[in-house]
């Protein structure tokens, strides 16, 4: 009933919105419409200017993230104008509406005994709801039931204002609506005559609930099959052979030989058939808040008869069924219903939007059958047969693809105890669904949603699941806002030691990916179906090089839909898809890489051994200048990578020697640092850090020296060389990273002090020269002459410079660093104290 409340509102206000161009309104605004809307209220003006200015509030308070307070006297009238029998429903519903928006609050006098009638304590039951009390949720749960049961009005008239409140209150507490004992409720087969509510004066909640479970189950199953009757004006040509009712029809157009459902159709419908509708709504929140999780032994003894057995999808009702508890009528009747609605599934709609209601009926029935089959395992084998045929039908028709997954579900759940094997089912959904539908934003949610299910992740389906992780990515790559969230939640589940490298290259490459599938779907699909893109991209080029042999190789490669456990080098498809680089959708996906990387590593890192960080790093090094070019992704791709690094040569320490002759030549063919230097800066921080024979006892002074050569270059470049476009200014913090590695260098092969301590003189002079202030700011320089000045008194010790700037293991623990008396503070105290006392005693 909120929904259609809000829909309504939304129609009577969408027109005063666009009049008016409403903003941000003050307080001083507000409190003169408030005055206004009270003046009007008191006055009981039920005008067009009254509903004019109560538009306009509820427009106020519901566009506003922020908590609107209307004056009390304000509030009071809008409550006293909701009760009052003499205000039209329109204003009465815009009253409802704005009391909703300021929920919660301490102001409300409303309760259900003041309504005067089933528009109202809808009305008001959703104010109350909306308050947020559980308490008062239940005694808005138990008026409801009852009037419901109590109601002498002709059937359906006051039930649809009501039945919506029901389905409500047991999602919100689902302790208001007990189940009581089970008591056989006799029952005469076929439908029932009209007739009216039976007065239930001292009904328990639990007799209530059982009451009105019996009730839906007559809604579901004992709807009339014949359409309303046309209003007709009984004029002098009205004839009672034109005002008969025909029969309502089905989707096909055919007429209905079974009871009526939600996919019933005909040009009326009578009170029954939309309590029909409305009870199939609420069905599943009634079942799963308010129904028995299980069923008695003795309920299972009288069905015992029936397990095994198939039922016609033209259901009739059971010899037994006039026995059955009230819930238990309720799952028979739903059973029924959900049998009933995928037979009419099948048929062939004649109007697109019977299709789609085709569509999202299927789904909630499957999503009901799997519900009756979890509460009440005997169901299961009467459900079988019907899901299994839907099961081959589905496979075949792509227009069905959201319906595959509940279908999916319920095999995952049940399979094992019905002995099926449902491997078909998957091996469909992770091949082809995402291949055909990854632009389908619903679909791809409620996917990702799927391969969450813990029965997944913990199943024999686990290993399709993680091979199947290049076609998952594709919904990523399209709906990266939405579903970032969602995978970082699901990529420790799909990594593992044998998809981690090229997992990481396809995260890498993620931005090219979404330019893939933009330029693949420019070229496959109909003007008419394609989804909405970036019309001021023009991809001319990028189509015809899609056509090119040599690309269509590295194009399949991207758009593969299993892990292949190969790689391949993509910088030439970069070029080819530079044009789509600006896409709106591809600026998106290079914005959510960063949050994927991390969540990437911080899975990896739990159970990576040396082998895979060393081949982690190393892709590192080889992906940091090979990435697609979109606005601001390579600088926050090197900002993560550069923080990863580090954490894999502290995962594997031996990983700087048994990798040194790589590391050498990144150092060596970079030519200065690219951008911010980030990547250079974690790579020479860590040649410093595990290049030495503590980590590593295989590290030789040869190798030092190596390091020492290709960083003392590195650094000479950098700060001999005059900044230009091809070669940006060098980040002090490069600077000072490369004199703190070849200082520890040097400590560790002590041939090598003398040259830098030259190299650091050199440093410290340049940083105070005139020449280099143009290239760096005063900060930068003074930051660069503490270093090389602090680095220059530890080599003058070099037994000292050794402990501090090469630690054992136990001394580089957190407290040799924090506790004044421990040894390293000592002996950097004792050096400072050394060159001061060295350098008082030069002369002046």
Known sequence: MERRMEKLIRSMTGELQRKEGLGEVGAEELGRLCARVSALLQAEDWGPDTLDALRRLFLIVAATKYSRRLEPACVALLQTALRSPRCPERLQLLCAAVLREMAPSDSLSLSCGQAQSSW???????????????????????????????????????LTHLLPVVSRVASLAPDALPEGQHTPVSRALGPPQPRTLTSIPTASPAEQTKALSKRLGDWLRYASVQQGAAHTSGGFFSTPRARQPGPVTEVDGTVATDFFTVLSTGQRFTEDQRLNVQAFSMLRTWLLQAGPAHPSATDADDRSELEGSTVSVLSAASTTSHLLPPAEWLREKALEYCQRLLEQSGRRALRKADSDLQKACLVEAVLLLDLLCRQDPAFLYRVLPCLRAL??????????????????????????????????????????????????????????????????????????????????????????????????????????????????????????????????????????????????????????????????????????????????????????????????????????????????FAAVTQFADGALASRLALLLLERSDALFQVEGYEADVHRVLSSQFPALCKLHPPLVVEQAKELVEFVGSLGGPSGTGYMLTSVVWAVGEYLSVSWDRRCTAEQINRFFEALEALLFEVTQSRPSAALPKCPPQVITVLMTTLTKLASRSQDLIPRVSLLLSKMRTLAQSPAAGPMHSEGDLGAVRTRATELLNLLKMPSVAQFVLTPSVEVSQPRYHRDSNTALPLALDMVSRLLEREASLLPG
């Open 391 to 600: 099961r081959a039908r589905l496979c075949g028709d792509p227009a069905c693809a959201r319906a595959l997954l509940p279908v999916a579900r319920f095999f995952l759940r049940h399979g094992e105890a019905a002995a099926v094997d449902a491997d078909a089912v998957y091996q469909h959904l992770f091949t082809r669904i995402p291949s055909e539908h990854f632009h389908s934003p619903m679909l791809a949610f409620e996917f990702i949603q799927f391969c969450r299910d813990p029965l997944l992740l913990l199943g024999s389906n686990l290993d399709l699941l993680k091979t199947s992780f290049p076609n998952l990515f594709k919904f990523l790559a399209w709906s990266s806002p939405a579903l970032t969230s969602e995978f970082v939640a699901l990529l420790p589940a799909l990594v593992d030691a044998e998809t981690a490298v090229e997992m990481l290259h396809l995260l890498l490459d993620l931005p090219s990916l979404t330019a893939a599938l933009d330029l693949q779907l420019r070229s496959s699909q109909a003007v008419s179906e394609r989804p909405l893109w970036d019309i001021s991209v023009r991809a001319l080029g990028c189509l015809e090089a899609l056509r090119d042999p040599q690309a269509q190789g590295l194009f399949q490669h991207l758009l593969r839909a299993k892990a292949s456990g190969t790689t391949e080098r993509l910088t030439p498809l970069h070029q080819l898809l530079q044009p789509l680089a600006s896409c709106a959708r591809v600026v998106q996906c290079a914005q959510a890489v960063p949050t994927l990387l991390r969540a990437f």
């Open 120 to 158: 109202q304590l809808g009305l008001v039951a959703s104010v109350l709801l909306a308050q947020g009390d559980p308490q008062q949720v239940r005694t808005v749960g138990q008026r409801v039931i009852k009037v419901l049961l109590e109601s002498r009005q002709p059937e359906g008239r006051s």
